[in-house]
């Protein structure tokens, strides 16, 4: 028996996993409000892209039951699969899944993903009885595990045994492995790739964890791992000498370095990159999502510097002369989806990735972050999401992106289901 002596005291128990899942309270989630333009706007884009990846669940069961090496896309295994899990899992706990939208019962809907739910532990385990990598690739392994658990947790009660058994066996495992295998890491301006977006990809696992298994007897270990790379994401080099307390302990006390400079223009593949920004902000403030549904609440340090780099995004003026033509902020002054990237975009045309931008508005929306540019976050948020839908209305089946707009990431469709979900439940519940 173990007591935390943080600002969440409780006692922690052992037991095996699955035992200890304290299924999410939706209690504190408020009723979708249908006069809200904004919410239903959020809902009916997340129930198209339920709708695609719905009619592609069974495809993602089958990719991860014969996944047998990385190949370099995340073309097949445990990503896409988790994904889709994940945002279909909201429609249904948050009661929004639409059958005559997405094109099948909710009952017909949560057999194809407990069956998914169950091809995605069973293959784990088979990985790691054959001493393999997590899914044969354990560089983002701990993030799937993320989205995956996400999805477990929301269909909890309904469930088999056997996948409750199984899938907590994932989560916990997961969580262990960054506990005592992953050291924090840091950019120091040694070279052209920010750290920032994959420690906080990885504490989201943590995040989770606690949040599913509260009384885990690790649970205050998991916990001191997710503050120090949560404040490590985002961390500048003047974080070496911060005496503000989180938890307590200094913030210079929890980090061994920086991973984005003192301006904020944060570098990933040798540019200042703003999907990177934006990737940081994500991860990080996904923890109140799910601490929300929880017994524990989500320590400060998933909000550290997150405003600070939303301003990047939104008030910092690029010099047309130094960097690309035109210049300007990298959000539309005027309100506008429109985006500018000052050293280029290697993942796609600059307009194209709506859905990380609209989740990071959502956020700033929520927490009342202001920009210094007459648009707000508001605005953007309207512009974006009429974007997405216009996209996704080019296709029957739902689907955002156009042949030739981002091949570059193949689970694309399954990300913005994962992403879009999150972006309805951040504004309806936050």
């Not at 052992?14 to 309270?25: D, H, M, W």
């Not at 809907?109 to 690739?137: D, P």
């Not at 939104?314 to 959000?331: L, R």
Request: with cysteine; hydrophobic share 40%; charged share 20%.
């Amino acid at each position: 028996m173990t007591v935390y002596s943080g600002p969440n005291n409780f006692t922690a128990y052992t037991g095996e996993a699955c035992t200890l899942v304290k299924q999410p309270n939706m209690s504190s989630l408020p009723a979708h409000n249908s006069d809200d333009a904004i919410m239903n706007s959020l809902r009916d884009i997340l129930l198209t892209s339920c709708k695609y990846c719905m009619s592609r669940m069974d495809a993602c069961a089958s990719s991860v039951r014969s996944y047998t090496s990385y190949d370099g896309q995340h073309k097949y295994g445990a990503r896409p699969a988790g994904e889709s899990l994940s945002g279909v899992s909201v429609a249904m706990a948050t009661g929004i899944y639409d059958a005559d939208i997405i094109g099948m019962s909710q009952d017909e809907a949560f057999a194809k993903c407990e069956n998914c739910v169950k091809e995605m532990w069973t293959k784990y385990k088979a990985c790691e009885a054959a001493s393999a990598e997590s899914w044969y690739y354990d560089w983002q392994a701990a993030s799937w595990a993320a989205a995956y658990a996400r999805a477990v947790w929301f269909l909890w009660n309904d469930l088999s045994g056997t996948n409750k058994r199984g899938s907590a066996y994932v989560v916990e495992a997961e969580a262990n492995r960054i506990l005592n295998e992953y050291e924090t890491e840091y950019w120091n301006a040694l070279d052209g790739d920010s750290k920032g977006e994959t420690v906080a990809w990885n504490a989201e696992i943590l995040q989770i964890a606690q949040a599913m298994m509260p009384q885990h007897e690790n649970v205050h270990l998991w916990r001191a791992k997710e503050i120090e790379m949560e404040l490590a994401s985002l961390s500048r080099p003047s974080d070496l000498i911060n005496t503000t307390i989180i938890e307590g302990k200094a913030i210079s006390s929890w980090i061994n370095g920086y991973n984005v400079p003192e301006t904020g223009n944060l570098i990933n593949h040798s540019i200042i990159h703003p999907d990177y920004m934006q990737s940081c902000i994500m991860f990080l403030q996904q923890a109140k999502l799910v601490y929300q549904y929880s017994a524990l609440s989500a320590p400060t340090s998933c909000n550290y510097h997150c405003e600070a780099q939303w301003q990047v995004l939104t008030s910092t003026d690029w010099n047309g002369g130094v960097y690309e033509a035109p210049g300007g902020t990298i959000y539309a002054a005027d309100g506008s989806y429109h985006l500018y990237y000052p050293e280029g975009n290697n993942w796609s045309d600059n307009d194209i990735r709506q859905d990380i931008y609209l989740l990071a508005d959502v956020y700033a929306l929520k927490s009342d972050w202001n920009s210094n540019v007459n648009a707000s976050a508001e605005d953007w948020i309207l512009s974006r999401i009429t974007q997405i839908a216009a996209m996704q209305a080019r296709h029957d089946d739902g689907h955002m992106f156009a042949a030739g707009e981002f091949d570059l990431f193949y689970e694309r469709e399954q990300f913005t289901c994962y992403l879009l979900a999150d972006a309805y439940l951040a504004y309806r519940g936050l």
